[in-house]
């Protein structure tokens, strides 16, 4: 309702001029009560409070997280510092002590047995070797491929270079051969040889005698006593076993404080 300007000013209204009393120039004028701007400043303010105060909080995480002495670990991550402990704590370690008994069993020798029969069993076996090898030299109704067949059935533990020695090998140079294999298959039956004895013993023997044989009575010689000198001082694995578990079971569990 349009009202004279002296009214308006009474009302405390706009004052409009009548004769350019539009729309529009009523839009422009107008302005909002004051309780929707105060209610919008204040959403913001809210908003840009919540903002800062989640800012500060992860500045504040942040810099706890990287602060000396506060490393963010949790049981059983490896780290590669020193982290001191909340409170001073005792505990069995079972790495250490797994360690400390693994170290006292291995220190422990193996417990051996020594078989006094067993060298004279095989010195027998080469001894009936050697007699079959002398019975199928002897057989001259054998074709030579026969009697090399024979040789390998024998002892198919021979190389071919043995067995090519004995196929050749005349009768007085094989009695020499097998009356020196004997001997020293005679004299070791008393000696007590490890396995990590063997390889030795047989270099010494076939060092000491090869000087006395041919080219082709060494090859045959090293090939018996290869085959036919053994340990006979064994690993007892039981009581190896028993020994070592009993050291085992003498560590102490070992106990780690930190603090």
């Given at each position: 309702m349009w009202l004279p300007w002296e009214r308006r000013l009474q009302a405390q209204l706009p004052v409009i001029d009548p004769a350019g009393d539009d729309p529009e120039t009523n839009i422009i004028n107008f302005r909002p009560p004051r309780t929707i701007v105060q209610e919008a400043w204040r959403r913001r303010a809210y908003a840009v409070g919540f903002a800062l105060t989640l800012f500060l909080a992860s500045l504040t995480v942040l810099a706890w997280q990287s602060s000396p002495g506060r490393t963010p670990v949790k049981p059983g991550d490896t780290v590669v510092e020193s982290v001191r402990a909340p409170r001073r704590v005792t505990f069995v370690s079972q790495t250490r002590t797994?360690?400390?008994?693994?170290?006292a069993s291995a220190q422990s020798p193996a417990i051996y047995d020594y078989d006094s029969n067993l060298l004279r069993q095989f010195r027998g076996r080469a001894a009936d070797l050697l007699r079959n090898l002398s019975a199928v030299k002897a057989d001259t109704l054998l074709l030579p491929e026969q009697r090399r067949l024979m040789v390998i059935r024998l002892e198919a533990g021979f190389s071919s270079e043995?067995?090519?020695?004995i196929m050749s090998m005349d009768d007085a140079d094989w009695r020499v051969t097998v009356g020196e294999a004997l001997r020293?298959?005679?004299e070791n039956v008393r000696e007590r040889l490890r396995a990590e004895q063997i390889a030795e013993r047989r270099a010494s023997i076939i060092?000491?005698?090869?000087?006395?044989?041919?080219?082709?009575q060494q090859v045959i010689l090293t090939d018996i006593m290869t085959l036919y000198l053994r340990p006979n001082v064994l690993v007892n694995d039981v009581e190896?076993?028993?020994v070592?578990?009993?050291?085992?079971d003498r560590v102490a569990p070992v106990s780690v404080t930190i603090e």
């Open positions: 797994r360690i400390g008994r693994d170290q043995a067995v090519d020695a020293v298959l005679d060092a000491q005698i090869s000087a006395q044989l041919t080219e082709p190896t076993e028993r070592r578990k009993e050291a085992r």
